[in-house]
């Protein structure tokens, strides 16, 4: 994974890249979290999984400011979030990106339009023709063609669907990277050309990468770490080989259940290749 020196030197700051701290999120009766914890390194790539409705996507919104939580702290690269106006926390939104779940593309857009929206609204002085620079080279940096640059959504595969979503979010240079279900939708070959895509980004980028994943396959061939969340809070943190040593009865249905095997013995033989 990336140098953790090389990663410090480029934010200046040396703690947690993302610290949340006893959050709360409900919607009317239903309390989605309760007490939440949780802390990402620099330098990893955090798979985050969870069942159905246990707030994994909130939990990426909350800390991204689309979401705005009961009760608790979040904190990036050092700055408090919650509490703050938009204006307070530009320098810090500035510093990451994000592909949402589907890849969330402007159907009226084309590829590279898309890809300088984040541009354009950062910053609106920059020289057309510079903007359409720097959306050509994050086409080129998601595994795109050229001849992609142009196209509208409706006219991309999945799999490229999800790269031109990479590359907006690569827009302004981020040191931070959410991705919501990268792979999801994807046939296998074209999710682990994802999964090679985001780790290479990582490791080239120095990037820290936050990853909402249902993909057993992700998880063992890219991440550092895995948070479980489970009973409205992250329940475990750390490699699969620490999660199952836990005898929480999800953590080993879901890791150490039949898919779980099959991904664990995949990523075995790719590690010996």
């Not at 090389?6 to 947690?16: I, L, Q, R």
């Not at 919607?27 to 620099?42: A, T």
């Not at 929480?248 to 249905?253: F, R």
Request: aromatic share 6%; net charge negative; charged share 25%.
């Amino acid at each position: 994974m990336a140098d953790d020196d090389s990663v410090t030197m480029k934010t200046g700051y040396d703690g947690p890249v993302i610290r949340v701290k006893g959050l709360r999120n409900s919607f009317g009766p239903q309390v989605v979290h309760e007490n939440l914890d949780l802390d990402v390194r620099k330098g990893e790539i955090l798979g985050v999984v969870g069942g159905s409705g246990t707030g994994k996507s909130v939990l990426m919104r909350s800390i991204i400011g689309l979401q705005i939580p009961d009760e608790g702290e979040i904190d990036v690269f050092g700055e408090p979030l919650l509490g703050r106006s938009e204006a307070e926390t530009l320098d810090v939104r500035k510093r990451w990106g994000v592909l949402f779940q589907g890849g969330a593309l402007f159907s009226t857009l084309t590829v590279a339009e898309n890809v300088m929206v984040p541009i354009r609204e950062y910053y609106p002085q920059m020289d057309r023709e510079f903007r359409r620079e720097v959306a050509r080279y994050k086409v080129a940096l998601s595994g795109l063609p050229p001849e992609a640059s142009p196209k509208y959504p409706a006219e991309l595969s999945g799999g490229m669907r999800k790269r031109a979503g990479i590359a907006r979010a690569l827009a302004l240079d981020p040191e931070l990277l959410f991705l919501d279900e990268p792979t999801a939708g994807l046939d296998p070959v074209g999710a682990a050309a994802v999964d090679s895509l985001t780790l290479e980004l990582q490791q080239t980028l120095g990037l820290t990468v936050f990853l909402i994943t249902h993909d057993l396959d992700t998880l063992h061939t890219i991440c550092d770490r895995v948070a479980v969340l489970a009973e409205k809070r992250v329940i475990a943190v750390g490699t699969i080989e620490e999660l199952l040593a836990l005898d929480h009865p999800w953590i080993q249905e879901y890791f150490n259940g039949p898919r779980g095997r099959v991904a664990a013995h995949a990523a075995e033989k790719q590690a010996r290749r």
